[in-house]
């Protein structure tokens, strides 16, 4: 037997014991590595993999790298297994059962080296996850396929076409809890990036989620954690105004839409610091005001409220910022094109 294989079937194991069976709800995941440091109170440093910055906080989610100024949308999760070459041979697994749905195979086209992305349905809502960095895909793995949680789809690598490159010592496995922004990205893309690789919508810039590392611990604390309402109850660091112009996340996703009072003239769309949609509130007329009327009907997105205390500790700024006064906030131009995004429709 090979070491690869031995390595495989050891953490085939592991991981269908870490988190248990399913709970019938709807909603069932697993580690995607034999690594459970996560899971270990005390234990962080075994489990992500920082940065050549060395610090632990830059292999988490969130605004912990470039001193704060960058803004990392996955976790970085530490290799355990190696040849004799000292490359990384720790099998990746499928998180959840659900269907590949993307697969890139060229290391060149992306930040993300090799990846998969995977679509799932947990208590109603559509979610990505998302494998990044990889050696190698499994034998078989395509788009259309698919697969149960624990299967082992991929090996951990350091495959990145970044200037800096990942040497083989910092080998991880960088992990996402995404939703899908835009069924339409395939077409609005392109015409802001003409030489956008070829990804169709599961390009990064069309995912959005939350920290994988809270959403894992808290299933691990609770089997019967239903997905639609942890979603829900995401921190709300701002809200914007778009027009009434019915846009593709109200299809997607029905169960972050609010009842409405009436025929709505706009929305209002309450988002996380990072911009992932949290609610949707179908505003009528007496519920803004004249001046964000008028700016709507400019096709302007208005931001209609900031949560200070949630903006103030978040320090990426990359969709909002303080505005010239200092007393307020603005969205930024990447905030504006964020929002044009998650609304564009041919």
């Known amino acids: 037997m090979t070491v690869r294989r031995f390595a495989s079937l050891i953490a085939a194991s592991l991981v269908a014991s870490i988190l248990g069976a399913a709970t019938g709800q709807g909603f069932d995941i697993c580690l995607p590595t ?9 234990a962080d440093a075994d489990f992500f993999q920082p940065t050549v910055e060395g610090t632990t ?8 790298r470039s001193h704060g100024h960058r803004f990392h949308k996955g976790i970085d999760i530490k290799c355990l297994q ?15 059962d659900g269907e590949v749905a993307f697969v890139n195979a060229k290391p060149g086209l992306s930040n993300y080296g090799r990846y998969i992305v995977i679509q799932h349905v947990w208590d109603g809502v559509e979610v990505c996850t998302l494998y990044a960095h990889l050696r190698e895909v499994a034998a078989g793995i395509a788009a259309g396929q698919p697969v149960k949680k ?6 951990l690598g350091h495959s990145a076409n970044t200037r800096e490159g990942i040497s083989r010592e910092r080998a991880h496995l960088h992990f996402e809890i995404d939703l899908l922004l835009s069924p339409n990205f395939y077409i609005w893309y392109p015409k802001h990036v003409p030489d956008a690789p070829p990804f169709g919508n599961f390009n990064g810039q069309n995912l959005a989620g939350m920290d994988p590392a809270a959403v894992l611990r808290a299933y691990a604390a609770n089997r019967n954690l239903n997905f639609a309402e942890y979603v829900a109850k995401q921190p709300i660091a701002f809200t914007v105004l778009v027009g009434a112009r019915p846009f593709p996340w109200l299809k997607l996703h029905p169960e972050q839409v609010q009842p409405a009072g009436g025929a709505p003239i706009a929305y209002e769309i309450g988002m996380t610091a990072w911009g992932m949609p949290v609610a949707v509130w179908p505003r009528v007329a007496g519920e803004i005001s004249e001046s964000q009327q008028r700016l709507l009907q400019r096709s302007l997105p208005v931001l209609s409220r900031a949560n200070d205390a949630e903006l103030s500790q978040w320090t990426c700024g990359e969709l909002v910022k303080r505005s010239r006064s200092g007393d307020g906030w603005a969205l930024t131009e990447h905030g504006r094109d964020w929002l044009q995004m998650i609304t564009y429709v041919p």
């Open 150 to 155: 624990g299967q082992v789809i991929a090996t």
């Open 34 to 42: 034999a690594n459970d440091a996560l899971l270990r109170p005390g």
């Open 82 to 96: 190696r040849d004799r070459q000292g490359e990384p041979v720790d099998p990746v697994h499928a998180a959840a």
């Open 57 to 64: 906080e830059s292999g988490m989610f969130g605004c912990f």
